[in-house]
């Protein structure tokens, strides 16, 4: 099995070997997903027109800018994979040359990326030694970087490895604690990450975080953990589905979301109940399921 492993903060990942599609007589994005520093993607078959076609961890297809990644054998990607890796946890963070403020940035990535950590207490107090998906190294701040709970083996060995150790109450907070620093951040059509994300990258990231891999669209797929449930039962974390649309459940009738509504335009908070300022009609009577992982 081929692979690869994304060398850019942010790497767009679109439908086909093209970056527009005509829809409604427009010129589009034709923008699919986003690959983020340090993930694996499979490489599904031949480079057409400076793009590989892949396939995520986490069962997503489509392009990949060639130049956007480094190509991987096997033994290479188990090692990347099995290496000490850290999801970095900021909107966006600086890797330098030297552990110092004003050392020479070698990269910016963003919430969500992966790093190979070296040592967690390197030269100077505070500052962890890293190597990038792309073989340089440098210095992080130690504070933004989080234990990495999910597992990228799918894209070497296909299926969905998934976390089976999860505590439901404790999972419920994380996820819902997580959805919650992406707040403020732009809608962007395919999103994933701090630069701009969609309703389904705003879910799945999360879940992601903590070890879930869930279908990075909005609707409930089989093979997938997700599934429907009594919108009575409903409990933080779960998942809201409304048509084209993903929201999770943060409790009190509240869902977190990200929306590209004009006067929202990223992640906010909304409500199902008339009562609340934060209430918006449309989703409330178009809401057709709820789904959990429990």
């Known amino acids: 099995m081929k692979c690869a492993v994304v060398t850019e903060p942010v790497s767009t990942i679109y439908e086909g070997p093209f970056t527009e599609k005509k829809s409604k007589g427009r010129s589009v994005s034709a923008i699919s997903d986003e690959g983020l520093a ?13 793009y590989l076609p892949v396939r995520t ?12 990644v480094r190509l991987l054998s096997s033994e290479e990607g188990y090692a990347w994979e099995a290496s000490d890796l850290w999801v970095t946890d900021a909107f966006c963070v600086d890797v ?10 070698l990269a910016s990535l963003f919430r969500g990326s992966l790093v190979q950590v070296l040592s967690h207490e390197s030269e100077a107090a505070g500052w962890a030694k890293v190597r990038l998906a792309d073989g ?38 994380d996820v819902v604690e997580t959805a919650k620093t992406y707040m403020g951040v ?38 997938y953990p997700v599934r429907k449930i009594k919108k009575e039962d409903m409990k933080p ?27 929202s335009g990223g992640v906010v908070f909304n409500s199902l109940r008339p009562e609340s300022a934060e209430y918006r009609k449309d989703l409330a009577d ?9």
């Open 186 to 223: 732009q809608y962007r059509w395919g999103g994933r990450s701090t630069p701009g994300i969609d309703c389904s990258g705003l879910t799945s990231a999360s879940y992601m975080r903590h070890g879930v891999l869930i279908y990075r669209d909005a609707h409930i797929v089989e093979g």
């Open 96 to 105: 330098v040359a030297l552990p110092v403020v004003e050392g020479v940035r």
């Open 136 to 173: 340089r190294e440098g210095y992080m701040r130690d504070q933004y970087l989080r234990e990495k709970k999910f597992s990228q083996k799918g894209a070497l060995e296909g299926g969905l490895d998934q976390r089976t150790d999860l505590k439901e109450a404790q999972f419920r907070r």
């Open 286 to 294: 178009s809401l057709y399921a709820v789904g959990s992982i429990f």
């Open 38 to 50: 340090g993930m694996l993607l499979e490489v599904t078959g031949e480079e057409t027109k400076g």
């Open 237 to 263: 974390g779960d998942l809201l589905y409304f048509p084209g649309h993903i929201a999770m459940y943060v409790g009190e009738g509240r869902y977190i979301h990200s929306t590209g509504r004009a006067g």
């Open 57 to 68: 961890f986490y069962g997503y297809t489509g392009y990949i800018p060639a130049e956007g």
